[in-house]
């Protein structure tokens, strides 16, 4: 029982290249997110989903899109990377019942030169 | 919308020391709050939860909170820390529900505490 992977756990892009983020969980969880994390800024929600073929935005949305396909994958994609979207990303997962909590993967770090 | 406060943005203390890290948010509804520690380089973990009854909660590593609802606050505490106990903690926060009736459980995290804690 892997949890919430993500891959890669480092990349170095360059200003306008395009990138995808993976995130898979195995548990077999309903919603999804993909937050950022940036020093003094504490977790920013980019987007997340609730469920399969769902997708819906969240606080810091812009310069991101992302796709649920299958139930155990959350995708966030780049299509145009630019210098301020360097940062640590992470992805969390959790189930739809209402005592559950988020289990998050071990985050990809980000730098957009 | 919501938000999350937390006081103290680094917090530096010797092994065996008390500590009470604030947290406070600002939501009128019934909220599910939450701790969450993060060690030098790696991924969020969940150290406790409230979600509802005894506003006193034990966690994990000798941690726990308690929720005071008139002061929208869930400080997390424990009696004595140890040098393991270095790590960043986030306070987070989401709504129980939605106008709706549902829930989409987004969490609003604080701006996190370091800890140090020297031996």
């Known amino acids: 029982n892997a949890g919430v992977t993500q891959t890669p756990k480092f990349r170095v892009l360059k200003t306008g290249q395009s990138m995808t983020l993976l995130c898979a969980q195995d548990m077999n969880h309903e919603y999804m997110y993909w937050y950022r994390q940036d020093p003094g800024m504490g977790l920013r929600l980019i987007h997340y989903s609730v469920g399969e073929g769902t997708t819906a935005k969240g606080e810091v949305p812009d310069g991101y899109n992302v796709s649920r396909l299958k139930k155990q994958n959350f995708l966030l994609g780049l299509e145009s990377a630019a210098p301020s979207q360097t940062s640590v990303y992470f992805c969390?997962?959790?189930?739809?019942?209402?005592?559950?909590?988020?289990?998050f993967g071990a985050g990809t770090r980000l730098s957009v030169l | 919308a919501q938000s999350v406060s937390q006081h103290n943005h680094h917090v530096i203390l010797s092994e065996a020391a008390s500590l009470e890290l604030g947290c406070n948010y600002s939501y009128g509804g019934t909220v599910n709050l939450f701790w969450y520690v993060q060690y030098p380089g790696q991924h969020l973990q969940l150290l406790l939860k409230?979600?509802?009854?005894?506003?006193l909660v034990k966690g994990i590593k000798g941690f726990e909170a308690e929720f005071i609802k008139s002061k929208f606050s869930f400080n997390l505490r424990k009696p004595s820390v140890q040098w393991s106990d270095t790590a960043e903690y986030f306070c987070?926060?989401?709504?129980?529900?939605?106008?709706?009736?549902?829930?989409?459980?987004?969490?609003?995290f604080g701006k996190g505490t370091l800890l140090t804690v020297n031996p």
């Open positions: 969390a997962s959790r189930t739809g019942a209402p005592n559950g909590f988020q289990y």
């Open positions: 987070a926060v989401n709504s129980a529900y939605l106008n709706s009736g549902g829930s989409n459980y987004k969490l609003t």
């Open positions: 409230y979600f509802s009854g005894d506003p």
